[in-house]
Nanobody, 127 residues
């Protein structure tokens, strides 16, 4: 069974940092890109960033460039999202998901749904 487990959320002050983890199981980790998405209350889910080790592809949304960084640890089937200089507008439930390719299209989940979703982890940034 394919599973994606997101963790690492919490409450931080503006300017603080968090590192989210997405641990994958049930498939060949290298065959799929991992993307991070977020959904704030009353808002649509939006793409944040993705990475594909197999195809050497990465994408990061304009809203988080320079602040969020993805990294892979293939030995642990894990993708990390390092979030620095957090802002209140970053407050959301963060989800990880898997799809074959990491492209801009992957970051539009309504148009190009991921193959697999994980459960979200809450990130709250206080003013």
């Amino acid at each position: 069974e394919v599973q994606l487990q997101a963790s690492g959320g919490g409450l931080v002050q503006t300017g603080g940092s968090l590192r989210l983890s997405c641990v994958a199981s049930g498939y060949n980790f290298d065959d799929y890109a991992i993307g991070w998405f977020r959904q704030a209350p009353g808002k649509e889910r939006e793409g944040v960033s993705c990475i594909s080790s197999k195809y050497s592809m990465t994408f990061t949304s304009e809203s988080v460039k320079g602040r969020f960084t993805l990294s892979n640890d293939n030995a642990k089937n894990t993708v990390y999202l390092q979030m620095d200089n957090l802002k209140p507008e970053d407050t959301a439930v963060y989800y990880c998901a898997a799809r074959i390719f990491c492209t801009r299209a992957f970051m539009s989940p309504m148009q190009t749904p991921p193959n697999f979703w994980g459960r979200g982890t809450q990130v709250t940034v206080s003013s």
